[in-house]
């Protein structure tokens, strides 16, 4: 575990702060104070430590229902990502097999605080220093084996050992020049909500994620989660609205964050703000729902992570029995995948899932996509889902 400051935190050239979340308003002046870095090795409860560190640091969570103040001259907030495998070890479930990205810690907290001027462009602004070459994709899995773990899943199902289990795949390519402007660009794909990046010594990470899994808004927690995917044209909107299937494994899922949330929340407040409503991210449909709840009394932000980590969306139904089905159907570990990226304060918590989320390290850069697998899935179907999630990235990554 490593606790440093902002001084050589990173060989990759850093820019102006560009973690989803983080306030529009201050993103141009804010500057690195603290930062943490954790792994599954150093042991202990990656939500504690966040929780603790940032009190260290001058962000207090321990009553995320309690009104707080901005200020516009001190510590303005931390970026902070937890990774699938430390969203499952802190809920108790097995982590899965070992990531594929080494360099990639399993929990960031970067303090941040607000300089008296602006600071450096966005990487995504800069050139590419020397030339960007990306080279071919290596794929985890074949469709093949892809297909065998979603008749797996369903064989689960049959047997009564789990109701729905979200599979996702691997990729990796090599690549040559300074990852980040290609990362920084995912922000721009459409409907990419959390859209940024975050960078340390020897790793990056690019995420064009659509997903919110928690975010404390106007006083309540709100999470949105999004499953059911058709391409976006007017036959497959039509086609995802009409899917018994698709609605069925959708709902299941809202029942799930439903649980989660009511784990932290006041007594009777959670509610469905908005079910199965249709949105588009790049060139696909997908269903997406809001559930919301008052956080209930004393609730810090180490107890709301270990209810909504992983998340619902990208784990299964019961949560815990997905995740040892994920565990031993996966072939490696979710590294940057289906985790939790964005920024916390006092008073503001706005963190998305990261799908639709690459990840860089010394030598290649790493994507990840996969969906939810219920009794009535189709393995050559959940397959081509799989692909069509991850061509946008693909494409934009090699353009470099």
């Known amino acids: 575990m490593s606790g440093n400051g902002p001084d050589g935190v990173g060989t990759l050239p850093a820019g102006a702060v560009d973690v989803p979340g983080a306030p529009r308003s201050c993103r141009g002046r804010l500057v690195e104070r603290a930062r ?38 001190g510590v303005c907030g931390a970026a902070l990502y937890v990774s699938a495998a430390a969203g499952a070890h802190a809920a108790g479930g097995p982590t899965g097999p070992p990531t594929p990205v080494p360099a990639l810690p399993d929990l960031v907290v970067v303090v941040h605080a607000h300089a008296g001027g602006s600071v450096a462009r966005p990487a995504g602004d800069r050139p590419t220093a020397g030339g960007w070459w990306l080279g071919d994709w290596r794929d985890s899995w074949t469709a093949r084996e892809h297909a065998d773990a979603v ?13 729905q289990v979200n599979l996702v795949g691997h990729a990796d390519a090599p690549y040559t020049g300074d990852p980040l402007p290609a990362l920084a660009r995912l922000a721009a794909l ?8 975050l960078a340390g010594l020897g790793w990056a ?21 999004i499953k059911g995917t058709r391409p976006a044209t007017d036959v497959g909107r039509r086609e995802l609205l009409a899917s ?3 609605r069925a494994e959708h709902v299941m899922i809202v029942d799930l964050e439903r649980n989660d949330l009511a784990r932290v929340a006041r007594t009777g407040s959670v509610r469905v703000d ?5 949105r588009r991210w790049c060139d696909l449909w997908q269903a997406e729902s809001t559930v919301s709840a008052a956080p209930a009394d004393g609730l810090g932000l180490a107890a709301l992570l270990r209810a909504v980590c992983p998340g619902g969306s990208v784990t299964g139904a019961p949560k815990l029995a997905a995740l040892a089905e994920i565990a031993a159907l996966e072939p490696v570990g979710r590294g940057a995948g289906m985790g939790a990226l964005g920024w916390v304060a006092p008073g503001r918590i706005d963190l998305g899932l990261t799908i639709r989320t690459a990840a860089a390290d010394a030598q290649r850069l790493h994507l990840w996509a996969g969906g939810g697998i219920t009794w009535g899935s189709d393995p050559g179907a959940e397959v081509a889902e799989a692909a069509a999630k991850a061509a946008p990235i693909r494409a934009l990554l090699a353009a470099g």
């Open 190 to 197: 459409p409907g990419a909500r959390y859209g940024g990046t």
């Open 151 to 163: 008749e797996a899943v369903r064989a689960a199902i049959g047997r009564g050992d789990v109701y």
């Open 205 to 225: 990470v690019g995420c064009a994620s659509p997903e919110t899994l928690i975010a404390l808004e106007g006083g309540r927690l709100v999470t949105r989660p």
């Open 36 to 73: 943490l870095e954790w792994r599954l090795t150093d042991g202990g409860d990656p939500a504690a430590l966040a929780q603790e560190f940032l009190a260290a640091h001058g962000l207090v969570l321990d009553d995320l229902g309690r009104p707080a103040a901005h200020d516009p001259d």
């Open 244 to 246: 018994s299937k698709e």
């Open 274 to 278: 908005e079910l199965f409503a249709v």
